[in-house]
């Protein structure tokens, strides 16, 4: 070899390096990726936390996750696109702005809205779990969803330090908008960062409280027949939902979580109910990660909302 020094190896900057379209009024697409770095900081420290990369880190370890889309993959049972016609793209990240601490929860309404309008699947890399709140906003004329959730927290905080769409509050707000229509908690478990006020809260609207424990004992066949058919659904997904075992870079990790199985076992059985609307993964720290072990199951997860979806039939052309 003549020469001395080569181009640096690649580094995927998108999710599994589909194309990046970042202009989201001329979206033509099936699914788009989004990352939502930023949420509402309950403290000055907590403006730019480690959850802030995790989109990034989730991209960078996609490309460990697949050899090709045309590779047989045993947990979606085919190949990705399963032969038919689909189109992925990322949509980049939606911006912050040091002026203005709270803008980006309208910008990422807006994308949102923009994703729906073109008639595509948003998946969105948070970020901390307050990101879904302006997803949730920008679904108000979906209604009504029922709203899935997959977290070790009951998430139903009224706020904190006076700050009402922190991490700590999404499915208190969800319950407070007309278009969401039942909501299912699952996997909650240890102390839940729940006070008697919330887990009251929570219980007096009908929240559908499933614990990990529970899930355990039933088993997701079962859980599923609880969750009505023919609707439409929002799955948001706390990477601390899941068992550290499987997703250890976390703030919060608490033993005895769900596991990957009943995780995709939970996607498809959603897709196969009816219409899914957005799927969220939050709150992964990806300096606490082992080998990007998180960062790897969250993209792994991502494929098999994209295969399930294929599958349901949910891109089907109506032309």
């Known amino acids: 070899m003549s020469k001395l020094t080569v181009t640096p190896r690649t580094v995927f900057q998108t999710f599994l390096d589909f194309p990046l379209v970042e202009d989201l009024d001329r979206l033509s697409a099936d699914v788009a990726i989004i990352g939502m770095p930023y949420g509402a900081p309950y403290t000055i420290d907590e403006t730019i936390n480690d959850q802030t990369n995790a989109p990034t880190a989730v991209r960078r370890a996609s490309q460990r ?16 696109f399963d032969g038919q016609d689909v189109k992925v793209v990322d949509a980049g990240d939606v911006p ?13 309404e807006a994308a949102i809205r923009k994703i729906r309008a073109a008639g595509a699947l948003p998946i969105t890399i ?25 977290d ?22 969800a319950s407070e ?20 006020e919330e887990v009251e809260a929570a219980r007096a609207y009908g929240s559908n409280i499933i614990t990990a424990g529970q899930w355990q004992e039933i088993g997701t066949a079962a859980l599923l027949e609880r969750i009505p058919d023919g609707g439409r659904y929002y799955l948001t997904i706390d990477a601390d939902g899941l068992d550290p075992a499987v ?24 897709f196969a109910k009816g219409e899914v609307v957005g799927v969220d993964i939050v709150e992964i720290a990806p300096a606490r990660d082992i080998n990007e072990i998180t960062s790897m199951t969250a ?14 039939g949910q891109f089907k052309r109506q032309n």
């Open 152 to 173: 070790a927290h009951l998430d139903w905080r009224d706020n904190v330090n006076g700050v009402k769409e922190g991490y700590s509050s999404p499915i208190r707000r």
């Open 96 to 108: 912050g702005e040091a002026s203005d601490s709270t803008g980006h929860y309208a910008r990422a």
């Open 65 to 80: 996750i697949s050899l090709g889309l045309d590779r047989y993959d045993f947990d979606i049972g085919g190949t990705l």
């Open 247 to 270: 997703m250890p870079a976390v703030e919060g990790p608490s033993p005895g979580g769900v596991t990957y199985r009943q995780t995709i076992d939970l996607i498809k059985g959603l």
């Open 177 to 196: 908008m007309a278009h969401i229509e039942a909501i299912f908690q699952l996997g909650i478990r240890g102390q839940g960062s729940a006070r008697m």
């Open 299 to 312: 993209g792994n997860i991502i494929l098999n909302v994209i295969g399930a979806a294929v599958r349901a």
């Open 126 to 150: 948070g970020g901390d779990h307050g990101i879904p709140i302006p997803i949730f906003r920008a679904l108000d004329g979906e209604g009504p969803i029922t709203l899935v959730q997959i």
